[in-house]
């Protein structure tokens, strides 16, 4: 059973730096691609971040230069890098992580639990 767990949230000044982790646990193939979301209460989710096959990486224009995803495949981890954080990046932060489960077949998504990240002085 394929599950994902998200580490790394918490509260942090503003101009400070988060890092998140989004770790796959189970038996699977491989991880075609990651991202990442985030959520304020009463808003729809918003797309943040995304780490695409073959390396291509895409931000939301109000994260970009800022923030920064990456992957381990060894450690089926993903991470987003979140450096100078301002009070409109307080949000609940959810990974997305397209996982395959044998060679050939599609990749199916599987999310984490959500991780509150909070700015503020």
């Known amino acids: 059973q394929v599950q994902v767990v998200e580490s790394g949230g918490g509260l942090v000044q503003p101009g400070g730096s988060l890092r998140l982790s989004c770790e796959v646990s189970?038996?699977?193939?491989?991880?075609?691609?990651w991202a990442w979301y985030r959520q304020v209460l009463g808003n729809q989710r918003e797309w943040v971040a995304a780490?695409?096959?073959?390396?291509?990486?895409n931000y939301a224009d109000s994260v970009k230069e800022r923030f920064a995803i990456s992957r381990d495949n060894a450690k089926k981890t993903g991470y987003l890098q979140m450096n100078s954080l301002k009070p409109e990046d307080t949000a609940v932060y959810y990974c997305?992580?397209?996982?395959?489960?044998?060679?050939?077949?599609?990749?199916?998504?599987?999310w984490g639990q959500g991780l509150q990240v909070t700015v503020s002085a």
């Open positions: 780490d695409v096959s073959g390396g291509a990486t």
């Open positions: 189970g038996k699977i193939y491989n991880i075609a691609s």
């Open positions: 997305k992580a397209s996982v395959r489960k044998y060679p050939g077949r599609p990749s199916a998504d599987y």
